[in-house]
């Protein structure tokens, strides 16, 4: 049932983020907007993502769904900082879906914050983001969506070892991703997926390769969200 419905989400991709592109166009960020009205869950969340690469050392990786959580506003969402810190763009609508990997012994919760922002407000906190290297502090970490019955249930605010946050310039949407080890253990010093990814790192998240199923899971999803923009972009209005 969750494949043939349509949620409240939103879109992303490594070509809208803030990556230093001029002029975001008016078609991408309206585009960008109306999806998450019109986009079915198994497009925007697939059942089933393969991480070819993606996991340490260039290892393969394989994602199931095992949650995907109703479209809701913020409220409860995130930490009382981070909602600070996010609400200059507001919160039309957010999407949470919640994977595990091949063997269960990981979770990882994608998020997709639909804004009421323009690219002007957009581009601002992605400034702040990229200036104040907030997607590296860990009083700003998203939380997880965690599902009674699944791999996720124990997946809690204790249990979060790496992030990855994302503000987009193209698209009034903020995504992340934040992992956890799926037997509920809590983590004393969680790591930014960027640091947990690098060469030589040494915390419990990064010798898991909690930062790999962080950063290879959105990297994953932002791609084929990026694809649906494509896609509405070009049908005939």
Not at 39 to 49: E, G, K, N
Not at 131 to 139: F, M, N
Not at 194 to 205: H, I, K, Q, Y
């Amino acid at each position: 049932m969750l494949g043939l419905g349509l949620i409240g989400g939103a879109v992303t991709g490594s070509w809208l983020t803030d990556d230093g592109a001029d002029d975001p166009t008016g078609d991408h960020f309206a585009t960008a907007g109306a999806l998450w009205h019109n986009a079915p869950v198994d497009q925007l969340f697939p059942p089933t993502v393969q991480g070819t690469g993606a996991g340490p050392g260039g290892a393969d990786r394989t994602w199931t769904r095992i949650a995907v959580a109703p479209d809701t506003g913020c409220a409860h969402a995130f930490d009382p900082l981070l909602s600070k810190v996010l609400a200059p763009v507001g919160c039309q609508r957010l999407l949470r879906a919640t994977y595990t990997d091949a063997t269960q012994s990981y979770v990882t919760t994608v998020g997709l914050l639909f804004t009421k922002a323009d690219p002007a407000a957009m581009s601002a906190l992605a400034h702040r983001f990229r200036t104040e290297r907030l997607d590296r502090r860990a009083d700003l970490m998203p939380r997880p969506y965690a599902a009674e019955g699944t791999a996720s249930a124990g997946f809690g605010d204790g249990q979060r070892a790496s992030w990855t946050v994302s503000v987009l310039t193209d698209a009034p949407v903020v995504a992340y991703a934040v992992s956890g080890w799926a037997d509920g253990r809590s983590v004393d010093a969680p790591q930014p997926a960027a640091d947990a990814v690098s060469a030589g790192a040494t915390t419990a998240p990064a010798q898991a390769g909690l930062g790999n199923e962080a950063q290879g899971l959105a990297d994953r999803i932002e791609r084929r969200l990026r694809q649906s923009i494509g896609t509405a972009t070009e049908k005939p209005s």
